[in-house]
């Protein structure tokens, strides 16, 4: 039963260092996300895929790629880290697209997070 | 664009108070659905409950109830006899019907004091 999972759980990187945190949903979704919490900021859209091939960027995208692998995977990779980037990372996923003749109404599953550092 | 506000970025209530957190969308999509997310001190992100745009009735699940009002742009959130369980921070959510993009509030905190 484990829906979205993310790894790693925790991580610590040096400034400049690069990162790859992974997702992967075991429930057949179509849509995948990754937000970043921070204090006071509420969860914020980085990248968004509606279907495997596709990637979308959120609300604060610099600074990240993505890539999604198949259906199952969407990975978020941080190329040059910065101490701005340290946050909580979610992944979250949900069943259908728009564009595949669902509502727009279906919730996300999220993952636990990933509490990334960045010294 | 999209945008949601919530404006109460903490709220404390006595236990078997009743609180509403508020929350404020803003879309130019004619067709949109909002969610309600809680996020206890362990850290998950737990939903509870949508709302289409085009369905203003008002729902009640047991404590909880939500209040859709178009008009005003408005879908809030009430608990009524709070608990200490209900201690947790509260995400309002939009989502609209161009995209599939989902846009969140930037919480609310709830502290319930027994």
Known sequence: ?119 | AQKVTQAQTEISVVEKEDVTLDCVYETRDTTYYLFWYKQPPSGELVFLIRRNSFDEQNEISGRYSWNFQKSTSSFNFTITASQVVDSAVYFCALRGNRDDKIIFGKGTRLHILP
Not at chain 1, 59 to 65: D, S, T
Not at chain 1, 102 to 108: F, T
Request: charged fraction near 15%.
């Open chain 1, 1 to 119: 039963n484990a829906g979205v999972t993310q790894t790693p759980k925790f991580q610590v990187l040096k400034t400049g260092q690069s990162m790859t945190l992974q997702c992967a949903q075991d429930m057949n979704h179509n849509s995948m996300y990754w937000y970043r919490q921070d204090p006071g900021m509420g969860l914020r859209l980085i990248y968004y895929s509606a279907s495997e091939g596709t990637t979308d960027k959120g609300e604060v995208p610099n600074g990240y790629n993505v890539s999604r692998l198949n259906k199952r995977e969407f990975s978020l990779r941080l190329e040059s880290a910065a101490p701005s980037q340290t946050s909580v990372y979610f992944c979250a996923s949900s069943p259908l697209a728009l564009g595949q003749g669902a509502l727009g109404n279906q919730p996300q599953h999220f993952g636990d997070g990933t509490r990334l550092s960045i010294l």
